[in-house]
């Protein structure tokens, strides 16, 4: 496989991370039988977790999305950068994380979703960091549990890149906090 130096190891192959996509689309269309279901994904990350999630759920969605960014410097500061484009209100809602590492993201997002008359609402990640938690979210639905390490790839970036593999991957650490190196010259 072509994996750049700045890869360490792969956690979850491209085949494991669609297959257990599969499994949780199949819970997910067997818990809203019969209802229309609104994927909400939180830009960038989430958007290659969405778009593999939805083609594999057999009951009919929406999508939307929005965008936050980070103020202050503290864990948790942040606001939405960019809304919804729909109202939400009376409709089954899935919030749909790349991660969720001390939950203060999920948290800030579930609230104010939850202000505007969701029917239901509940989340679902990709990857779940627990170890690292520091405010308690209800996670309804994962693909996996992931070790205290920075992750990349499936839409984790870092610094913007490597959003694009299709494994979950450990960083090198030798690479994390540098300029992320082009590989033709590593
Ligand atoms: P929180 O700590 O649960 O609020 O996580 C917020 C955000 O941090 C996630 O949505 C990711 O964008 C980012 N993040 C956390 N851990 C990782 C990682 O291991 N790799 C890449 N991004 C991460
Ligand atoms: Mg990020």
Known sequence: ????????????????VSQ???????????????????????????????????????????IDFLAISSFGGAPGMVRIAKDLDEPIEDQDVLLVEDIVDTGFTTRYLLQTLAGRGPRSLAICTLLDRTVRRIVQVPVAFRCFEIPDRFVVGCGLDYKQLYRNLGYVAVMNPSYLNQAPLNPEKA
């Open 20 to 62: 257990r996509i599969g499994e949780v689309a199949a819970e997910i269309s067997e818990k809203f039988r019969g209802r229309d279901l609104k994927l909400i994904g939180v830009l960038k990350g989430s958007v290659f977790f969405l778009t593999a999630l939805a083609r594999a759920i057999s009951t009919p969605v929406k």
């Open 1 to 16: 496989m072509n994996q750049p130096p700045e890869i360490e190891r792969i956690l979850f192959t491209e085949e494991q």
